[in-house]
C-alpha cells in the first residue's frame, strides 16, 4: 500500500508517494530542511501522511 505526503507549507506544492514509508520520511525531511530551512519531527510527517490505496 503507497504511502503519500503533501507539503503543508504555503505555496508549497511538494508532494511525493512512495510504497515505502521510511523512503517518505526520508524525503520529507530532506524538502523541509533545504526548501523551508527547517526540520519536522517524525510525528509531524506520520500525522500528515496518508496511506493510498490502489483502484
Do not use: W
Amino acid at each position: 500500500m503507497p504511502y503519500q505526503f503533501e507539503c503543508s507549507g504555503e505555496h508549497c506544492q511538494f508532494m511525493i508517494r512512495s510504497s515505502s514509508s521510511d523512503e517518505v520520511e526520508r524525503l520529507v525531511r530532506a524538502h523541509v530542511r533545504m526548501t523551508h530551512n527547517g526540520r519536522i519531527a517524525k510525528a509531524d510527517i506520520e500525522r500528515e501522511m496518508d496511506r493510498v490505496e490502489l483502484a
